[in-house]
Structure formats: structure tokens, C-alpha cells
């Protein structure tokens, strides 16, 4: 009598857990055909962080050099001090790939990005690997406020002074 009461009781468990399952699996289901989403990608981005939208915004280093702005549909502008660049952009993992079709070229950034902070490092420049691997950090910004070539050459010139007079 005691086995019946042992097997009613792991009956009972495994219709809670196969429910749970069920409520579980069929409304994922549901949302990856409506969305056309590969349930795996659904998966993984639940455990990772979702790069794609945090890099979504306004973006500039602090000597205010350079800056980009990442839109939802896939495309970016460039900015180095006057000068500004558009082109698409894909995220991969930890991986961001640039195209700017007006000049033909890719350049891969491997990126670390969070709600405040961008930093890319060059990995690949039109399929050739990097040789310099140049490393930027970037700070969200509301506004883009890049300085003139005037003032970033006045900026290199005052920075080599100093280092001349730091040597004397």
C-alpha cells in the first residue's frame, strides 16, 4: 500500500512539472512564430546581455575627437570633430561590424557596452586583420558636441609642449 501512495505522489509531481513546462514552452511558441524569431536566439538573449539595444543612441569620447550615434534600423553616424559619416551597422555578440557604403569599407569592433559606456577595439579593417587594435571608449551623451579641427590640433600642439617642458 505504501508504493501506491510513493507512485500517486511522483504521478502528481510530474504533472505540476510537465504543466509548468507546457505553460512554459507553448507561449514561447506562440511568440517566436508571430515574431520570426529563432527560438534559440530567444534563449541565449536571456542569458546574455542584448548588445543590439544597448549600443542604441548617442555615443562620444572624452576629448570630444570623435562620437557616433547607433539608430534602431540598423544604421549609424560617424562624427570626427566637423566631419560626420553614415552607414549600417550589425551587432553580433560582443562583435560590431561598420559599413560605410559611400566609401566602400568594414571595419569589426569588438565592443563592451552598458547602459553608460561604450568601448570598441579595432579587430578588422576591410577583412584584414587589425594591426593596431585601437581601443576607444565612449560615454552616452544626450547632445554631440565634437570639437572643431582647429581646436584638436591646438589640443596636440599644447599636449607635445607640455611633454617638452615635463623632459626640461
Known sequence: MATKKKSGAGRVIFV???????MTLIPSAIYCAVERINPVQMVSSAFTSNNSQLIIGKWQNQSRSSAYE??????????FSTFSFK????????????SNPSSNSTVVY????DKNSLTMTVE???GML???NQTTEYGRVDRIETKS?????????????????DKN
Open 110 to 113: 569588438k565592443i563592451s557596452v
Open 130 to 132: 587589425s594591426e593596431n
Open 70 to 79: 547607433f539608430f534602431d534600423d540598423g544604421t549609424y553616424e560617424s562624427y
Open 124 to 126: 578588422q579593417e576591410n
Open 87 to 98: 552607414g549600417d551597422y550589425t551587432v553580433k555578440g560582443d562583435e560590431l561590424t561598420l
Open 149 to 165: 579641427l582647429t581646436d584638436l590640433l591646438g589640443s596636440i600642439v599644447e599636449s607635445a609642449q607640455e611633454e617638452n617642458s
Open 16 to 22: 505540476i512539472i510537465f504543466s509548468i513546462f507546457a
